[in-house]
């Protein structure tokens, strides 16, 4: 299914398909996959699997292992990892493989490449065996993409699988999601994930960047690989300089637009929504310490607006993958934290 001039246009690098197929052995992931070799060789494979994890938690390397399984048409469960199509794909050339990312550059996955691929999934396969395409993060198509891709999912061609992995479910259209098997995949618990991280590379923080990461091993990976595990220390201090003064938001902004703006929004979704979570059980023994800026009078409109700036950074999260400009946005909100902190500062003290 190469397509040169696809290629080209999209100026796609070649994917890197090793890395992520030694971490889909990860043992968290072996239950998903497990259940999914059961149906593939029962020949109950899904056409359509809608693949759905927490940032970072293992859909896209859970999809592209059953890529690889479904190529293998050597019998037993999994893959043989030694024919000439486990080959292929290992050194990323499988000619009846797509891999549909955003191109780089890019901040969608562009229509013109979701229609290329409904074109390549309707003709033969160039070896013979099954056609696999992967569309990783999902939530990167537009409506128009996807719409391109709703022909592949209502008249499937035979031996073709069409596997969409997200961290969005949310952003799944349902004509899409109704057409295809859904599978939550679970993180692991945290001791587990601390353990295996372990193996990764001892010297690294990875309680830290596991707590960064939500609980994500790949995610926490990849911010070792990025060198953030300063990122919570330098959030919380920038959160109490920010009620302080807001002199140097804009600066703060820039750099926090420049530097890791995703890892940071979702420390500012993780961080609010787990001391709005700890206000909501209201042992003041524990809130008392951990949030100042909650207690006294008003504790409870406090709240309600806390939900409300809570609401403002998921959906900033959302559009932060779009066309947005985000030093506006962490100008925004860092201007509505400040305001929300402060506030509770002077509630607090009243
Ligand atoms: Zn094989």
């Not at 048409?73 to 486990?86: F, L, Q």
Request: aromatic residues 6%; hydrophobic residues 45%; contains cysteine.
């Amino acid at each position: 299914m190469a397509d040169p001039e696809l290629d080209q246009e999209t100026d796609a690098p070649p994917p890197a398909v090793a890395p992520l197929l030694a971490r889909a052995n990860a043992p968290w992931l072996a239950a998903p996959a497990e259940l999914l070799q059961r149906m593939h060789s029962q020949a109950r494979f899904p056409h359509g699997l809608l693949l759905i994890g927490a940032p970072g938690g293992g859909q896209a390397e859970l999809g592209l292992r059953l890529a690889a399984e479904l190529l293998c048409r050597v019998a037993g469960p999994g893959r043989c990892g030694r024919c000439a199509d486990c080959l292929l794909f290992d050194a990323g050339n499988h000619p009846d493989f797509r891999w549909l990312r955003v191109a780089a550059g890019k901040k969608e996955i562009a229509i013109a490449q979701a229609r290329a691929l409904t074109g390549q999934l309707s003709m033969r396969s160039y070896r013979g065996g099954a056609k696999v395409a992967l569309v990783d993060p999902a939530e990167a198509m537009n409506v128009h993409s996807f719409n391109a891709l709703l022909k592949t999912l209502e008249e499937p061609a035979e031996d073709t699988y069409l596997v969409l992995a997200t961290s969005r479910a949310d952003r799944i259209p349902r004509t899409i999601a109704s057409r295809c098997m859904r599978l939550r995949v679970p993180l692991p618990e945290r001791g587990a994930a601390q353990a295996w991280l372990a193996g990764m590379g001892p010297q690294r923080d990875w309680e830290a960047l596991l707590a960064l990461a939500n609980g994500a091993p790949f995610l926490a990976l990849d911010y070792a690989e990025a060198g953030l595990e300063g990122i919570d220390a330098e959030m919380r201090e920038a959160l109490a300089r920010a009620a302080d003064s807001a002199a140097d938001l804009v600066a703060k902004a820039k750099s926090w637009a420049d530097h890791a703006p995703a890892a940071r929004l979702l420390w500012l979704e993780s961080w609010l929504a787990r001391e709005l979570k700890a206000a909501g059980q209201s042992s003041d023994l524990v809130n008392n310490n951990r949030l100042p800026w909650l207690r006294g009078p008003g504790r409870d409109t406090k709240i309600r607006s806390g939900h409300r700036l809570l609401d403002r950074v998921r959906e900033a999260r959302r559009l932060a993958g779009g066309s947005l400009n985000l030093q506006l946005l962490f100008e925004d909100l860092l201007v509505s934290v400040a305001a929300f902190l402060a506030e509770g500062t002077q509630r607090a003290q009243e």
